[in-house]
């Protein structure tokens, strides 16, 4: 009567198939020891078998939630294979939440199926890896049930919706092992098994680095790039994720020629994207993109991209983009920003600080050395009438923060007062970003001192919690970076501050700035000691000025 309830929820999250599994574990799990022939795994499945039962209810809620419905006929687009029978190991790698326990014993059962086309000559591993959403993503909730539906072009393929976790055993790798030669194999549309696996966002651990390894002979990029685009363009926050992740682990794996390749395809992309998708979307995908071009040239191998001409195209595009008006545009273009002057050098990163960051800033005492001329567009980013906008000042505080990520250098005294103005600004999101760059600057040199009093005044209880999370980061990248930064007078009150935060339970936002901040605390305690800290801190009192005001 109702073929959608095999792909129900309950509330703690669990499915039917979760559940028949749960009740037969050991059962199951005795049929995948090593020394459990394939003959006795078939047996105990078959008539009179000691798992007849529930193989039956594991048949009928595949067939229920892949096909929605009970029919043993059933059209060509619903995945029969061409002999007009129902594909057991199709149907469970298509389904989402689909136990890997049921893709294993079906592998042990039957080996040949891992190699037998259905209706649209899909493998398995096809399937697996173009699955794109339940067709009853439903959750009962209070007796009553939320629907929502997903599919995708050519055969109709459900799995777990995108806003889900995937499995950590992915049941691509299982039944890649089985058939490797299957990741060759192109599909209908000519995609690779990769390329499906991209387009539905699929994690790289588990996924895509096994089918990579398996076969990564890609001449032609287009399919992977159109796969790529319409990822970081989707509008599943996971999906982007996914993608973005992927590029930064496929750029160490290209030639010089794709890396090049590749960059100046996005860059191009990324001027097109405001053309392409709604604009209530626009910051989204933008930012996405822009993100995925910075995973490619901070994972890049220098001796593997053509310098300068390559890196200067994304900083080109990142600058004027400082200025944007969406938060996570200005974010993302920053980021970028980052990753491209570190490629071109700390002479560029000098000059992007001065001319850029800092550019009403006159003093360069510490920024010598730096060729101007290498900076084609760094004007375009500092219109006189934006120079006081929150816009315009978050913008030069990311970049801030992440030209000096990872980086060496160390800024003026004139640019040290400027990013303390930053830190007082009535802007939340200008002094979130001012205290994320703080992070960056103390990694390069330890200048606590001079940042101490700022940064107590942004961990006060009365501070937004966006701000203590930006000092939270700032403190804890600081302290990996620089083993001993804290083991002083000076860092003892941030210190006695990251501590006190663990106890204030006022405030609900307040709680992740609290872990984070001990994480401080723990960090230092495990480089130096905990006897050590308390050395630095013996004999003095402790003011109202140093911790968190209760």
């Known amino acids: 009567l109702n073929p959608s309830c095999a792909t129900a929820t309950d509330e703690r999250g669990r499915t039917p198939l979760s559940l028949i599994v749960e009740d037969y574990a050991e059962e199951l799990q005795d049929l995948l020891r090593p020394q459990t022939t394939p003959e006795t795994a078939r047996a105990a499945t078959k008539e009179g078998g000691n798992l007849y039962e529930c193989w039956q209810v594991i048949i009928l809620l595949l067939r229920a939630a892949y096909h929605g419905t009970l029919q043993d006929n059933v059209s060509k687009e619903n995945e029969v294979n061409v002999e007009g029978k129902f594909q057991l190991l199709h149907a469970a790698v298509g389904v989402g939440g689909c136990p890997a326990v049921i893709t294993r014993l079906l592998l042990k059962i039957d080996r040949e199926a891992v190699q037998q086309k259905d209706g649209d000559l899909h493998l398995p591993l096809h399937i697996a890896c173009r699955t794109v959403g339940l067709p009853w993503s439903r959750k009962i909730v209070n007796n009553k049930t939320k629907r929502s539906g997903g599919g995708c072009g050519g055969a109709v393929v459900y799995n777990a919706d995108f806003g889900l976790k995937l499995p950590k055993d992915d049941v691509i790798a299982e039944v890649l092992y089985a058939n490797p030669q299957a990741a060759s194999v192109l599909d209908e549309n000519g995609k ?161 600080l001065k001319d850029v960051v800092f550019a009403e800033d006159d003093d360069d005492e510490e920024g010598k050395g730096y060729d101007d001329e290498s900076l084609s567009t760094m004007g375009q980013s500092c219109p006189d009438e934006t120079s006081t906008t929150v816009e315009y000042l978050h913008g030069r505080a990311m970049a801030c923060h992440f030209l000096l990520e990872g980086s060496n250098w160390s800024i003026s005294v004139n640019q040290t007062s400027t990013v303390k103005e930053w830190m007082k600004h009535e802007s939340i999101t200008v002094r979130k970003a001012a205290c994320l760059s703080v992070g960056s600057i103390l990694s390069c040199s330890n200048d606590l001192k001079e940042y101490k009093s700022a940064l107590l005044k942004c961990m006060r209880a009365t501070e937004d919690s966006a701000v203590h999370l930006g000092v939270a980061k700032a403190l804890t990248d600081s302290a990996r970076r620089h083993e001993k930064l804290f083991l002083c007078k000076t860092g003892l009150p941030l210190l006695d501050g990251a501590a006190d935060a663990e106890h204030v339970e006022s405030d609900a936002a307040f709680s992740t700035e609290s872990l984070s901040c001990v994480s401080v605390v723990r960090i230092t305690e495990e480089r130096a000691g905990t006897s050590d800290i308390h050395e630095y801190g013996r004999g003095r009192e402790r003011t109202d000025n140093d911790v968190f005001s209760e």
């Open 192 to 352: 690779l098994p990769f390329v499906l696996a991209v387009e539905s966002g699929k994690p790289w651990a588990t996924s895509l680095k096994p089918l990579w390894d398996t076969y990564s002979n890609m001449e032609d990029f287009l399919p992977l790039q159109e796969a790529i685009e319409e990822a970081l363009t989707s509008t599943s926050d996971n999906l982007r994720i996914e993608t973005i992740k992927t590029l930064g682990k496929l750029a160490p794996l290209w030639r010089k020629d794709q890396v090049d390749t590749w960059v100046n395809h996005m860059v191009e992309f990324a001027r097109e994207v405001p053309l392409k998708k709604d604009e209530a979307w626009y910051g989204t995908m933008q930012s996405s993109t822009l993100d995925g071009l910075a995973q490619i040239l901070a994972n890049v191998d220098k001796n593997h991209i053509r310098i300068p001409e390559t890196p200067q195209q994304a900083l080109d595009l990142a600058l004027p983009l400082l200025n944007h008006r969406d938060e996570e545009v200005r974010i993302s273009s920053a980021r970028l920003l980052g990753a491209a002057a570190r490629l071109l050098g700390p002479g560029v990163i000098g000059a992007t």
